[in-house]
C-alpha cells in the first residue's frame, strides 16, 4: 500500500503569495494532522482534520486554513506568505481520531521556500 | 501536554544497543509515552508507545519508570541507518492526534 503522499515535493513562492499544499492519507485513515518543521527544530502542530471536521488547531495565525474532502485527502492553504514561513510541512494521518493505536504516519513533506 | 527533556545528542558504536533518556516529570495519569525518529530529509517515523508497562515491537524497547517520571528508548543493535533525531512525545487522549514535538536527540551511529 501506498504511504501518505504529498504534493508538491518544493515550491518556491513570494513574500504576499498565496501557496495550497495537498495530501492523500493512507487508505482507510480517516484523520489527517498538519506540522510546521522550521530548519533545525522538531515540527509544530497547525491542525488536525478528522471525518472532515476540524478536530484540533495550534498556535497559528489566520492565514493558515485547511480542509479536508470526502476522500479524506486534505489541502493545508496559507494566505499573505511571510518568509517566516519558509519550512517543511508535513502531513501526517492515522486511522482514528485520537492516535493511540500505532501511532501517526508522516508523508515526506512539502519544502516550501519563501522570498 | 507534559514537557520532556532529551539530551541534544549521543553518539553510539554500530552493533552495540543505544540508550536514549527521556525526562517527564510533570506527566500526567492520562497521558502515553511516544517515541518517533525523523531520519534527514524524511517525515517522522513512528517507532512505539506506551502508558505504564514496558514495550517491545520489532524496532525497539521501551522502559518507563514506575513512576513515570522517565523514560529510556532501547535500540537493541544499532545500525548507520539507525542515525537519525529522536523525540519523545508525552500525549494525552483528549489532545486527538495533536504531538508537540521538542528537539529531540541527535543520535549518529558511528561504525
Known amino acids: 500500500d501506498a504511504g501518505v503522499t504529498q504534493s508538491p515535493t518544493h515550491l518556491i513562492k513570494t513574500r504576499g503569495q498565496h501557496v495550497t499544499l495537498r495530501c492523500s492519507p493512507i487508505?482507510?485513515?480517516?484523520?489527517v494532522s498538519w506540522y510546521q518543521q522550521v530548519l533545525g527544530q522538531g515540527p509544530q502542530f497547525i491542525f488536525q482534520?478528522?471525518?472532515?471536521?476540524?478536530?484540533g488547531r495550534g498556535n497559528f495565525p489566520d492565514r493558515f486554513s485547511a480542509r479536508q474532502f470526502p476522500n479524506y485527502s486534505s489541502e493545508l492553504n496559507v494566505n499573505a506568505l511571510l518568509l517566516g514561513d519558509s519550512a517543511l510541512y508535513l502531513c501526517?494521518?492515522?486511522?482514528?481520531?485520537?492516535?493511540?493505536?500505532?501511532?501517526?504516519?508522516f508523508g515526506p513533506g512539502t519544502r516550501l521556500t519563501v522570498t | 501536554d507534559a514537557k520532556t527533556t532529551q539530551p541534544p545528542s549521543m553518539d553510539c558504536a554500530e552493533g552495540r544497543a543505544a540508550n536514549l533518556p527521556c525526562n517527564h516529570s510533570?506527566?500526567?495519569?492520562?497521558?502515553?509515552v511516544y517515541w518517533y525518529r525523523q531520519i534527514h530529509s524524511q517525515g517522522p517515523q513512528y517507532i512505539i508507545h506506551?502508558?505504564?508497562n514496558n514495550e517491545t515491537n520489532e524496532m525497539a524497547s521501551l522502559i518507563i519508570t514506575e513512576d513515570r517520571k522517565s523514560s529510556t528508548l532501547i535500540l537493541p543493535h544499532a545500525t548507520l541507518r539507525d542515525t537519525a533525531v529522536y523525540y519523545c512525545?508525552?500525549?494525552?487522549?483528549?489532545?486527538?492526534?495533536?504531538?508537540?514535538f521538542g528537539g529531540g536527540t541527535r543520535v549518529l551511529v558511528k561504525p
Open positions: 482534520y478528522y471525518e472532515k471536521e476540524e478536530r
Open positions: 512525545i508525552v500525549s494525552a487522549t483528549a489532545a486527538g492526534n495533536k504531538l508537540t
Open positions: 506506551g502508558l505504564k
Open positions: 501526517a494521518s492515522s486511522a482514528s481520531g485520537g492516535g493511540h493505536l500505532r501511532g501517526q504516519y
Open positions: 510533570t506527566i500526567s495519569g492520562n497521558e502515553y
Open positions: 487508505s482507510g485513515h480517516k484523520s
